[in-house]
């Protein structure tokens, strides 16, 4: 598929074949895909625990359920939990900024050398940083960019998935994870029992609301042509519509199928 | 049945549209899914009723006992909630019949309190 047509086939799936198993290689390659996310000093701050549902035992399961997310995990065969590996950054002290000048993809033409990343870069601004109250969202804006690759992967093989938040202290203990991980949000994969449609494009606010162009409040102008160059492209696909006959008898279908309330 | 202690006399219940739930449920269905749905479904009254006769509690009850107003604003109570989800599905499976039967009985209760703002979810029942 098209980069610009898995973008817009991406959308949450809340309903999945629960009986049908993801194979293992789609798995890889969402981590894979997570794995060469752009990420600050390269630190690589994203860990994940991949955990197919039919391993936990009933109550490891019935622990991870939340009165939002219970159907949605019980259905997904697979869940991928996100953590924020915090230590990281004064564990390997700006070896891989090195590498990177090592590399050249840090290079003098913009100021960089190993002395910069060892006498400056580390001690001076990334090991104070990590006591600052700011680190664990910034360092957790670099995790969702992974993730995000992760779940255009899914897609992009075929699969449905959505994000939940399920609860950290019970992840934690049922993953056995070190203590400086945070527990993040979860994806949860499996392949789709409704339509790739699933009703739609999702509802987003109007473009001008959200981006700005020089400075706020100047909306950054929407060019209608790119617009249908989107559409042509399958990014921008039929959006979602309230009170959709389609979608209802859709939505009732998997109900009746998987004996669920309406 | 709900509460532990004195054993309360059975319940006397109204025509279940008079309960301001029950409208409520109905409404939300309605607006949902579309149709009549206080017509649609011969089964969806008794279901509620017999649900309600088995807890010896009429629907807003039901409702007011998983619900609470806080600082102004309806709130869920948790414990309210998980014990009636428990009820419903103890109470499904002493429905004879097939599972799917079992889960259509359920699911008609669970239905009248999500559409009251009560989200419960029981999985998949194939």
Not at chain 2, 74 to 101: N, V
Request: proline share 9%.
């Amino acid at each position: 598929m098209e980069f610009k047509e898995v973008v817009g086939r991406r959308r949450s799936i809340r309903f999945f074949e629960p009986d049908r198993p993801v194979e293992r290689e789609k798995i890889q390659k969402m981590l894979e895909a997570a794995r060469l996310s752009s990420c600050a000093v390269n630190a690589q701050w994203a860990r994940a625990v991949v955990s197919f549902r039919d391993d936990l035992t009933k109550d490891q399961l019935k622990r991870l359920l939340t009165p939002v997310a219970s159907l949605n995990v019980e259905m997904a065969p697979v869940h991928i939990h996100w953590f924020n590996d915090l230590s990281i950054v004064n564990k390997i002290q700006g070896s891989r900024l090195r590498e990177l000048v090592d590399v050249g993809a840090l290079a003098p033409t913009h100021g960089w050398s190993h002395k910069f990343v060892d006498e400056f870069v580390y001690p001076q601004i990334l090991k104070p940083m990590t006591a600052g109250p700011g680190y664990p969202v910034a360092s957790t804006f670099d995790v969702g960019m992974a993730v995000s690759q992760a779940l255009l992967t899914a897609f992009d093989e075929g699969l449905g998935a959505c994000m939940v938040t399920l609860p950290g202290a019970v992840l934690k203990e049922v993953f056995n994870t070190p203590d400086e991980w945070i527990p993040l949000s979860t994806t949860l994969v499996g392949y789709p029992a409704e339509s790739w449609q699933a009703g739609g494009q999702r509802p987003r606010p109007p473009f001008e609301e959200l981006y700005y162009e020089g400075q706020y409040p100047k909306p950054f102008a929407r060019d209608p042509k790119v617009v249908e160059n989107l559409k042509a492209a399958k990014m921008i696909q039929e959006p979602a519509k309230p009170n959709n006959p389609e979608r209802i008898a859709e939505i009732k279908r998997l109900a009746d199928k998987y004996g669920l309330p309406m | 049945m709900v509460n532990e202690g004195e054993p309360e006399p059975p319940i006397l219940l109204k025509p279940l549209l008079e309960y301001v739930t029950v409208q409520s449920w109905i409404d939300g269905l309605k607006q949902h899914w579309g149709g009549d749905p206080a017509t649609d479904d011969p089964e969806r009254f008794p279901m509620l009723e017999a649900f309600c006769r088995h807890v010896n509690r009429d629907p807003d009850r039901i409702i007011k006992e998983t619900t609470m107003i806080k600082d102004g604003e309806k709130r869920i109570r948790s414990k309210g909630r998980e014990r009636y989800a428990g009820l419903i599905d103890a109470w499904q499976d002493e429905i004879p019949g097939s599972r799917i039967r079992q889960a259509k009985w359920g699911n008609t209760v669970r239905s009248f309190l999500i559409h009251n703002g009560v989200l419960l979810a029981a999985g998949p029942q194939t």
